[in-house]
Structure formats: structure tokens, C-alpha cells
């Protein structure tokens, strides 16, 4: 095991004795750009810069118009709440330095209203805007991250169910082509599965909806699935939630957290798997 895996075991495994911080953390939201949905059109047009640190804390920026025509942006700074809301002043400044010009300080102008957002997935929520009925918005995704998954997409993974808190090796392959998702997981003589559905892209990754089938040695079990999160990020390494309803079960559904790295192939042999896209 390399040495980059072996630290990813080890955070998972300190991880894993706390399960609802790893589930609460899928709420905090992404940080860049968010659009209303219904809005983008590829003209320019209005939205929110979300920049958010690891903590409650959130620094919310608007760039939209004035009634005149003429561009304005807006502020807001505030913890979000454990149910994922988040409600503070929306702020318009004045007065500070202009492009060329000597350093002047910027001056409150007005408080514009309230700027309140229920997040209810790290890149989905509800915003509401001054004088504004509540809408939807997503974060803005401009870049196909689903390259990632397909560089031959062998992932070496260390995975935990939430039901048993057990650190678990494996390795997982993906296939992500016009909507299409599927993904197997091998544990070896352990158990195999695999998870066919729809996917769409969700801010740094995907939000994937299907069916799984897993075989184990004496027992088998199929149902639906869910991911709270999944994404490959610029690293290659992987991670993901993913909640299972087995069929014909009363049992709630259960979680799976995924973490891992992208597993090259032997050198010299094949070109790397995990070079970056």
C-alpha cells in the first residue's frame, strides 16, 4: 500500500468512530460560482460567488443590476446553521479604490435586505433575495469533470459502511458516457457489486441515481442507490457517499464512504492511468 493510501486509511479510519460529522460535511457547501436555476442562458447575467473554508463561516457575494442597467455587487458574511441555513445582511459598499487609481477606502452604502439560503446538498439550495420569491440555484459547473472518472477509472479505495464502522480495501471502476453511469466495486473473494444509473453533473463531481447487485460468497443483495456526493478531484483522488436501500428490506438505507487514489498501471508497460487530464 502507498504511502498516500495508507494516510487516506488512516484519516478514514479516525473518521469513521464520528459518522454524522462525515455525513453533516457533505452539506457544507462548495465554494465558486452559483447560478438560478432557469437563468443561465450564456449571457451575461446575475449570480453568487460562495466562498466557504471548512467552517460555518460563509462570505457571499452578489453580482447582478441595478434597475438603471448599470452592474452592482453585494455582500453578506455569517455562520450557517447545523440545519444548513444561512441569513445575514446584504451589504452595498462605496467609495473604495477604483482600477489605476490611489488607495481609498470602501464605505457601507446601504443595507440592500436579508440574502437567506437553505443548503440542501453541497451544490444545490434555496436563495431568497430581496423582494425576491425563494428559487433554486446550483453551483455553476462550466468544466466536464467526468474525464476524471474515465482515465481507465481503477481506483484503489478504502471504504466503510455506516451499519459497521469496518475500513474495508477494494478497488472500484468506473464507466460515465451520455448520462450513463455504471461502477463496480471488487473486494476480492470478499464481495463484488455493480451500480448502473443516470448521472448529472453537481458542481465538482456528480449526483448519480440507479440499481446495485452484490455477490458475496454465500449471499447476495440488490436495491437502489443514491450518492450524496461523488467527484475525482484534480489529484485523481476519489470520494464518495453513497446510500443503499436494499430491496424488500424495512431497514433504513445505509451509507458507504469511499475514499481512495487513482491506481497506475505498471510502468513501462501501459501509459499511466493516473496522469491528469
Not at 452539506?27 to 473554508?53: C, F, H, Y
Not at 431568497?128 to 455553476?140: D, N, Y
Not at 478504502?158 to 468506473?174: C, D, I, K, Q, R
Request: proline share 4%.
Amino acid at each position: 500500500m502507498s504511502q498516500a493510501l495508507r494516510s487516506i486509511t488512516a484519516l478514514l479510519a479516525t473518521s469513521i468512530t464520528v459518522l454524522v460529522p462525515l455525513t453533516a460535511r457533505a452539506l457544507q457547501p462548495e465554494s465558486g460560482m452559483w447560478t438560478v436555476n432557469g437563468e443561465v442562458n450564456g449571457k451575461p447575467g446575475r449570480g453568487l460567488q460562495i466562498d466557504a473554508q471548512g467552517g460555518r463561516n460563509l462570505i457571499v457575494t452578489y453580482f447582478g443590476y441595478r434597475e438603471d442597467g448599470s452592474s452592482m455587487f453585494l455582500q453578506a458574511s455569517g455562520p450557517r446553521q447545523d440545519d444548513g441555513t444561512f441569513t445575514a445582511d446584504l451589504v452595498e459598499f462605496q467609495g473604495g479604490k477604483a482600477l489605476g487609481a490611489p488607495a481609498r477606502d470602501g464605505q457601507v452604502r446601504k443595507v440592500v435586505g436579508n440574502i437567506s439560503i437553505a443548503f440542501d446538498s453541497a451544490t444545490t439550495a434555496s436563495v431568497t433575495l430581496p423582494g425576491e420569491a425563494p428559487a433554486r440555484m446550483t453551483r455553476f459547473q462550466y468544466e466536464d469533470h467526468t474525464a476524471r472518472f474515465n482515465r481507465e477509472g481503477r481506483y484503489a479505495i478504502s471504504y466503510a459502511l455506516a451499519t459497521f464502522g469496518n475500513l474495508m480495501p477494494a478497488t472500484v471502476t468506473f464507466k460515465l458516457e451520455n448520462g450513463n453511469f455504471s461502477m463496480s466495486r471488487n473486494n476480492g473473494d470478499l464481495e463484488t457489486c455493480e451500480y448502473s444509473g443516470r448521472y448529472q453533473p453537481a458542481g465538482q463531481g456528480i449526483k448519480v441515481e440507479g440499481t446495485f447487485a452484490c455477490k458475496q460468497a454465500n449471499s447476495s443483495s440488490s436495491g437502489t442507490f443514491w450518492t450524496e456526493e461523488m467527484e475525482v478531484d484534480e489529484q485523481l483522488s476519489y470520494r464518495a457517499v453513497i446510500w443503499k436501500q436494499i430491496q424488500g428490506s424495512s431497514i433504513n438505507p445505509s451509507a458507504e464512504y469511499h475514499y481512495g487514489l487513482c491506481q497506475a498501471a505498471a510502468m513501462f508497460l501501459t501509459p499511466n492511468r493516473c496522469t491528469k487530464p
